[in-house]
Structure formats: structure tokens, C-alpha cells
């Protein structure tokens, strides 16, 4: 790059001398960043060690000696034994491809999963639309509620030629995907609500009931709400009325999501100079008019990154309703590793949910890094 | 109102008439009144549906409601427990208490390792060593992004999966991991060894004054006594000499495989090994993070300034960086803490008998669902208050003290 550049140099500058071997080029920049001090040099050699042997390791483990498929008897019962004998040298990766239907769509009937499976792409979608900033208009909303609505109806089915498909059958990606989207699509107004309220002035009494519920559910771990929702919620509900696992669950996260959320919305609220507020004031614009269209299109753009923060947390937290019976992602792993065949294959499952929570996570992550930058620098200029 | 009175500028000056509320929806009061109590009113007869239906429920199932349970035989077999804990006799009460103990254990041991790890990890992220920065980097780009629960899981089939006590690995004759967990032999305690501890203690007093009088010689006369041998002496030689002196026992309980598990010598749980595991590396990663965000945000310029000044690379770091850079890590540090202690619910999935464990298995033996529920809510609401009073005490302590 350096020497096409040098190359392309103006024939007068002939006199242009290469900058010493010992500042520039490989051998300096090796010098400068791992081996600049005695103790540097050290480190890089330990550290450099330990990597090549756990990488030669690893790659042996999981590519070279791994074992991709068993052969499988008359009943469809694997026949595991060449996985047994390179057990410690060799990965099993057949426990995935026995299982991964199974692990993704959990117990929905076989012959329907291409439903789930279209479901997990809407969502996908979905989230690719948010993240580009043309939609962020009022359009989104309706792209939210029409998507969600989609996915409702191929899921539970019932109409349009689907068979009815009842909740206890749905596991696995979907119902990670429905607890963490469903949950942000009702925690967030809710977050922005109790934001306004605990920044309320004139109602000291609303302002109190929200300090109170910000408080009191992040004081307090998501476990006891999911337990709260599993075992409490149906002597909150009149008798004969039996409300579902997956929405209790639901509403356990949206209660939970929702203060954490709130506390973001209210840095958000908090940033805005005074003047916004008192500019809108002037013109005459009711409370409401001026929360929508001076107050809260400028908070929210400063709390974009922390929020896609707090989602990717949510996202990770939707595992925890598998402590509650529900048959999630991580549930389904567990459930494919109570498989008597495949129970001392634990290693291969997790590393693979590990990858698949992860790619979700990564690329949200990735996203709020570069969106931080780019509202950074409409900031400084 | 009595401010603006005595403020010299206002006087004469006219006061705006004191507003009065009419009952007229153009008042901004009066609507604001309106307003709370509609909403005010909503909550409460939502409580008041919500509390009227448990009842009648709780009524139809003829559960009582109560702590009375506490004081009934428990009969919940408890893995480990810090306090005596015998099924067959002791009560509900105490095994709730002894969740407690468990999660405080866990969460006591776990802050003080992941703050180790997580400074280690965040200080290795600003090394000038490529590898080292990058290794670092990997650690907490990957283990952030992977559900807690998961790795949790992860980690307890792993120890679960180890050799049978028979094939143990083991590390001399004194370490041995198998599926029980881990062996380590025990010091078996004499008084002697209560002397040492008590001269230890002396000792940290001793230098934490002579350190004092250093500081006042160093501000009297310019010149600071050499500090570490005096340390040295209090610290370590003192209790040597008191253990010595008392003949220097030193008896160890060995673990020793008889028949199919060990006897004697101390035991670390698969579940408690595996919950710690998880905690420490994951909260360490988020600590990290904190940690060298802290260290960048004081300035390059105070380094320098350290060093026009004539002061090592040691002094500069523990008088001038640390300090400035403790006030930006405190806070979310204390939030990390908070997290720590309430992930150490997720004990429950991995059969560790914290505060949610136990709740969860009284309520499911007693049908006091309200009761657990508000057991573990007040537990953990006591514990994240406790520790956000003492971190905000703390900030006080080395907030900037502005004029």
C-alpha cells in the first residue's frame, strides 16, 4: 500500500527517502507491540504458547477428529459408539445433527415447522428494518404491528388452512424470539410512560407510584417475577379464568423489561436542555404535543446505543424462563441432552446455542458500536 | 419564601398572588388533581381486584395465610449450609435462613474474585502488548454475549462429567476434582493457629499507624521513613514468631479415597464450583469493561503532569490516576455488584441451594406462594439496598469535592 503510494510520487521528490526499517514495516511494528520490553517479550511468548496449543487443540477436537454422523438401527436409535471412543479427542457433532430440528422448533409438529422456520426469518427482517435509519418514522410502528401480527397467526395457525397449533407445542428460536420482541414491543411505551411519570413535576403522587415500581423491580432479581408469574399470577386471576404459561412469562418480562428500560428513557429525558421544554411552553403546545413531537424524538435519538444495551441484555435473559418450565432455545438443548443416546454430548449443544445466542448478540452490539459512532460525529461537528 | 424576602434585590418587588385552585378544567391545578387521583384510584382498585382474588383463592384451597410455616419441621434435605442443619428437626425458618447464608457466601466470594479478574482483564486490555490486548478483548466481546444461564449449564456438566472419585484428577496427593467436586485438605485448627490470626491483626493496625506517623514525618520534615520493613515485621514476621513460638502446628486433614468417595479434608460442591465459575467469569468480563473506560477517561495529561514532577510510574498510578479514575468506575461498578448477587438466583437451575432454591422448594412443599414470593423479593430488596447505600457512602467518600 506505502510503496504503491511511494510509486506514484511526482518524479521531483526524488530525494524521498524510505523512513528506517526500524519504524515502519513489520519487523518494527512486531517490535513495538509484542516484543517492546523483557516482560513484553515474556508475555507474548506464554501467551503466543498457550494459544497455538489450545488452538492446534481445539481445531483437532472440533474439525480434525470430530465425528459428524452415527450410523442409526431400524428404530431410528443412533448407534453412538464411535462417538463414545472419541470421546476427550474428537467433538460429536452428530448430537446436532440428530437434534437441530429439535432444538430450534422444539415439539411443534414436524410436518409444520417450515411455520417456525418462516417466523424466525420474519423476525429477522424485522429487526434488519429497525436498524436502518430511513424507517425510523411513524411507519415502523405499523411495520411492527403487522409483522407481530404475521407471526401470531403462522404460529398459532387455525385460519387461512393452518392447523390450529396450541402454545405448549411451540419451543425452542421462536419462543426466544417472541419473549425478547413481544416483550421490547410492550416493555418500551410502558418505559416511556413511567419515564415521563417519575419526571413529572405536577403529579408528586404519580411521580412516587413510579420511583416506586423503577425501584422495587430492579431490586429485585427476574427469577422472582418469573416465579411470582408461574405460581402467584393464577391466584391474582378470578377463579375459572386460566391464563397461559407463555403469556405469564411475557408479562413477567414486559413488567421487568419495562424498569429497566424506563431508567434509560429517563437519561435520555434528563440530557435535553431545559430550553427544548420551555421553547415548546412558549409556543402553546399542550403537555402531550410537545412530549411528542419536541421532547421525545430528541430524547430517545441520545439513548439509542444504551437501549440497544439494555435489548441485548434482554435477549440473554429470556433463557432464564426455562427455570419456570418453559421450552426456550436453552431449554431445548436440554431437552435433545436428556436423550439417552446423546446425554455425555453436553459440550457440543451448548458451544452451538452458545454460537447461536452470541451471533444475535454480536450483531447487536456491533450495530449500537456503530450507530454510537455515527451519532457521535453528527454531535461534535 | 422567606429567601426571596430577605433577598435585598426583591424588595418592593411585587409577589405573584399565591395561586388558588378553582374547580375549573382550564386550571393546570386542578386538572393535575384530577389527574392523580384518577390515576391513583386506578392502582389501587387493581390492588384491591388482585388482593380480593388471592383471597377468595387462597380461601378455596384452604391455604392459610401466614408465617406460621416457619416454625414447622422443614424437612428439606440441604446439601451445604454454613449453619448446623439436620432435616428431621430443624424448622422452615431456619432452612430460609440458611439460603440466605448460601447466597451471601456465593456472592461475597464471587464479587471479590470477578473485581480480581475483571481489573486484571480490563488493565490487560490497555497493555501495549498486541496479543495480550486482543486475547483480553476476545474474552469480553465473547463471554458478554453469551447467556449467563448458559454458561452456568455449561460449567456444571462439565464438573459433573469429571472422573468418578476412583479416577479423580488430582494434583499431588492433596487436590482431587472428580464428580463430587472438589477435595482439599483442611488445616486443622489449634489454638495456636487463633494466636497467629489475632498478631496478624495486631499487625495491620500496627502498620496502618505506622503509616500515619510516616505520612506526619514526611509533612514535618520533608523526609519519609522507609515503610516495608517495619511492614514486613508486623506482617509477616510477628504472626510466624507467635505460631512459632506456640511449637508450630501444622496438622492437615487429608482427603483419602475410601471405598467409592473420599473422607476428610474440605469440599467445594460441583454446584457451588460451577455457580462461582460462571459468575466470576462472566460478571468479570462487564467489570473489565468498567475498569479501562475508568483508566481512558483520566487524561494522558495527567500522566505527563505526574512525570514533570519527577514521580515513578508506581506513585503516579496509585496518587494521581487511580484515585481520579475511581470515581468514574464506582458507580457502575456497584451496579455490576447488584447484578452479581441477584444473577446468583439463577442457582436455582444448577441445584445450588441459595435464597430462590429454597424458597421455591418451601413454597412448592407448603403452598405459601405469597409468603416465598415476598421472602425472596425482601431478601434480595435488603441486599441491593444495603450494598447501593454502602457503594453511595463510598462514592461520597471520593467524589470530587467541589467548591
Known amino acids: 500500500m506505502s510503496q504503491t503510494a511511494a510509486t506514484a510520487e511526482p518524479a521531483y521528490t526524488t530525494a524521498r527517502e524510505r523512513p528506517p526499517s526500524s519504524i515502519v514495516g513489520p519487523w518494527a511494528w512486531l517490535r513495538a507491540n509484542l516484543f517492546s520490553t523483557w516482560l513484553s517479550t515474556a508475555i507474548t511468548l506464554l501467551l503466543g504458547y498457550l494459544i497455538l496449543r489450545f488452538l492446534v487443540g481445539f481445531i483437532g477436537w472440533a474439525i480434525l477428529n470430530a465425528i459428524w454422523s452415527v450410523p442409526y438401527n431400524a ?18 457433532w452428530a448430537v446436532i445433527a440428530n437434534k437441530y430440528r429439535l432444538i430450534l422448533f422444539g415439539r411443534y409438529p414436524f410436518d409444520e415447522q417450515w411455520r417456525p422456520a418462516i417466523c424466525v426469518v420474519l423476525f429477522l427482517a424485522l429487526y434488519v428494518v429497525s436498524a436502518i435509519r430511513w424507517f425510523w418514522r411513524p411507519v415502523l410502528a405499523l411495520i411492527w404491528v403487522a409483522t407481530l401480527a404475521a407471526i401470531g397467526v403462522l404460529m398459532w395457525g387455525g385460519m387461512l388452512g393452518l392447523s390450529f397449533v396450541p402454545e405448549d407445542e411451540w419451543g425452542g428460536l421462536p419462543i426466544t424470539l417472541i419473549l425478547a420482541t413481544f416483550g421490547l414491543a410492550f416493555a418500551f411505551p410502558l418505559a416511556v410512560l413511567v419515564a415521563l411519570g417519575r419526571r413529572s413535576t405536577k403529579l408528586p403522587a404519580v411521580r412516587m407510584l413510579c420511583v416506586l415500581y423503577v425501584e422495587l423491580i430492579r431490586g429485585v432479581p427476574l427469577i422472582s417475577l418469573l416465579f411470582m408469574a408461574s405460581v402467584m399470577f393464577p391466584l391474582f386471576m378470578p377463579e375459572g379464568v386460566n391464563v397461559d404459561k407463555l403469556l405469564r412469562a411475557q408479562v413477567a418480562i414486559i413488567l421487568f423489561a419495562a424498569a429497566y428500560l424506563a431508567e434509560v428513557v429517563r437519561g435520555g429525558l434528563q440530557a435535553l436542555p431545559k430550553g427544548q421544554s420551555e421553547a415548546a411552553d412558549a409556543l402553546g403546545l399542550t403537555y402531550w404535543q410537545k412530549t411528542a413531537f419536541i421532547i421525545l424524538p430528541q430524547a430517545l435519538r441520545l439513548v439509542i446505543p444504551p437501549l440497544v444495551n439494555t435489548f441485548i441484555g434482554f435477549f440473554k435473559d429470556t433463557s432464564l424462563v426455562l427455570i419456570v418450565g418453559m421450552f426456550d432455545l436453552l431449554m431445548m438443548g436440554k431437552v435433545a441432552l436428556s436423550d439417552p443416546p446423546w446425554q455425555s ?25 456503530g450507530l454510537e459512532r455515527e451519532l457521535g460525529r453528527a454531535h461534535r461537528r | 419564601m422567606s429567601s426571596t424576602a430577605a433577598d435585598p434585590r426583591l424588595v418592593g418587588a411585587r409577589v405573584a398572588p399565591r395561586h388558588r385552585i378553582r374547580l375549573s378544567w382550564s386550571d393546570p391545578l386542578f386538572r393535575a388533581v384530577v389527574w392523580q387521583v384518577v390515576i391513583v384510584g386506578l392502582v389501587a382498585l387493581l390492588a384491591w381486584y388482585l388482593i380480593g382474588n388471592t383471597n377468595r383463592n387462597l380461601t378455596a384451597r384452604h391455604i392459610a395465610t401466614g408465617f406460621a410455616f416457619l416454625g414447622r419441621v422443614a424437612g428439606i434435605p440441604i446439601g451445604e449450609s454454613l449453619i448446623p442443619y439436620d432435616p428431621a428437626v430443624d424448622t422452615f425458618g431456619r432452612a430460609l435462613v440458611i439460603g440466605i447464608l448460601n447466597t451471601l457466601q456465593v456472592s461475597v466470594i464471587g464479587i471479590v474474585l470477578a473485581t480480581i479478574l475483571g481489573t486484571l482483564i480490563g488493565i490487560g486490555r490497555l497493555s501495549g502488548n498486541w496479543l495480550l490486548a486482543r486475547l483480553t478483548a476476545f474474552y469480553v466481546e465473547t463471554l458478554r454475549d453469551i447467556p449467563l444461564l448458559l454458561q452456568l449449564l455449561f460449567w456444571y456438566t462439565l464438573l459433573h462429567n469429571l472422573p468418578q472419585p476412583r479416577q479423580a484428577l488430582r494434583i499431588g496427593d492433596a487436590v482431587f476434582l472428580s464428580n463430587r467436586g472438589v477435595k482439599l485438605p483442611l488445616l486443622e485448627w489449634q489454638s495456636a493457629h487463633s494466636w497467629a490470626v489475632l498478631a496478624l491483626l495486631v499487625g495491620a493496625i500496627g502498620t496502618f499507624l505506622w503509616n500515619r506517623h510516616a505520612r506526619h514525618r514526611q509533612e514535618a520534615t520533608g523526609v519519609r521513613p522507609r515503610i516495608w520493613p517495619m511492614a514486613l515485621g508486623l506482617l509477616i514476621v510477628l504472626p510466624l514468631a507467635v505460631w512459632a513460638a506456640l511449637g508450630a502446628p501444622l496438622n492437615w486433614e487429608m482427603p483419602a479415597l475410601h471405598g467409592f468417595n473420599f473422607q476428610g479434608g474440605g469440599t467445594i460442591s460441583p454446584e457451588f464450583f460451577a455457580l462461582l465459575l460462571g459468575l466470576v467469569i462472566y460478571t468479570a468480563a462487564y467489570i473489565a469493561e468498567i475498569v479501562r473506560s475508568g483508566i481512558q477517561s483520566v487524561s494522558l495529561g495527567q500522566w505527563e503532569a505526574g512525570r514533570a514532577l519527577g514521580l515513578r510510574r508506581g506513585p503516579i498510578l496509585r496518587r494521581i490516576v487511580l484515585p481520579q479514575a475511581l470515581r468514574v468506575i464506582i458507580p457502575p461498578l456497584t451496579s455490576q455488584y447488584l447484578n452479581l448477587t441477584k444473577n446468583s438466583s439463577l442457582a436455582v437451575a444448577i441445584g445450588y441451594q441459595d435464597v430462590v432454591s429454597i424458597a421455591n422448594t418451601t413454597l412448592n412443599q407448603t403452598g405459601q406462594a405469597v409468603e416465598g414470593i415476598a ?25 470530587l469535592v467541589e467548591r
Open chain 1, 75 to 92: 428404530q431410528g436409535v443412533p448407534d453412538t459408539a464411535t462417538c463414545i471412543n472419541a470421546k476427550g479427542t474428537g467433538a460429536c
Open chain 1, 345 to 369: 454430548f453436553s459440550t457440543e449443544v451448548y458451544l452451538t446455542l452458545a454460537v447461536v445466542y452470541s451471533a444475535f448478540c454480536f450483531a447487536m452490539s456491533k450495530y449500537s458500536r
Open chain 2, 375 to 399: 421472602y425472596i423479593m425482601a431478601v434480595y430488596l435488603t441486599i441491593s439496598l444495603s450494598i447501593s447505600a454502602f457503594m453511595n457512602w463510598y462514592n461520597r467518600h471520593v467524589a
